[in-house]
């Protein structure tokens, strides 16, 4: 197996070269409408953004969404049907002129998609863990002057139209080896995910001081859930690119867009970092951490029915009978496209790959 990774970056990349219905998935988390540290690249989009912000904040919120707009329609033009759309979005606080608002930048987009033609599904509510004492805004211990704080964000999911549909056998078969264990759907499809943000802070000081970045765990559990091997992702706000990271690991083809061309390097550095023994000591801790799930329920007295002869291992249910997890072979640079070439290795012995207990850090 075989996957390829492009990207394209700067302000003249437009997905306009991307077919239309040839996407699986759009997972993705665009800059934050009235959040302070986009202002400059959303005026870049439309002068006018800046001059709103002094006196119409309201307005300026309304067209910075609107040029998110135009990227939502472009992934609903690519997208397949059956395919998702997938949203990492904050609300925002702001306070302008001594009026402190909320900007509900979920509804406002959840409008947009579904006026699109985009069928709106549950979202997830992703609880960002802090370890700050102060949980609210304004005027300490007084009432009627202090506010609740954001501490969570939200995961839109959206479908082009009805479901995907399994008519051939291989297409069947492709389906069972990459569906996910059990004990990973119960976690992963509930509607609140307890996930800690990554570190936003960068090295690179030509770019913007902050990546906003989210965790790897966010797109890895998101291309699980609603892609399959062999399907491309695509990350219109590709940023440092943990999206395309997490696509390889995964055995997805991917493609991303950055207007900012400083972030190439930190994207092309992150995928340069995920080295063959790293991404396979990940894939084996994600089978040991099933492996600790079976003896556990054992232990406990609980029976197992079924059994994954691929990865000679005990399953809870006959849709997981036929997983395959591949290990990555190699991850090789073409330096004339500038795209990304991955190798999977076809073996099921997982038992073989020393574990050496590495952490993944985006």
Known sequence: MKTEHSIHIGASQQMLVIKENSIDLVVTSPPYPMIEMWDEIMAKQNPEILDR??????????????????????????????????????????TIEGNF?????????SKACTEIGFIGLPNIIWRKQTNAPNKFMGSGMLPCGAYVTLEHEWILIFRKGGKREYKQADAKLNRMKSSFFWEERNVWFSDVWEIKGTKQKIQNTTTRERSAAYPFEVPYRLINMFSQKGDTVLDPFLGTGTTMQA????GRNSCGYEIDPNFEEVIRDGIGALKVDLCNDLIKQRFDAHKEFVMKRKASGKEIKHFNDTMNC???????????????????????????????EDRSDLTSLPFCNTIFNN
């Open 101 to 109: 608002t909320l900007y509900n930048n979920h509804s406002r987009i």
């Open 314 to 344: 005990d399953v809870m249910t006959s849709q997981e009978e036929r997983i395959a997890l591949n290990y990555l072979e190699s991850v090789e640079l073409d330096m004339e496209t500038g795209k990304y070439f991955v190798v999977y």
């Open 53 to 94: 912000l002094k006196d119409k904040p309201e307005v300026a919120f309304e067209l910075m969404h609107q040029e998110l707009d135009k990227v939502w329609k472009e992934c609903y033009r690519v997208l397949k049907i059956g395919g998702f759309l997938c949203i990492n979005v904050g609300d925002a606080t702001r």
């Open 247 to 250: 696509a390889i690991l995964l």
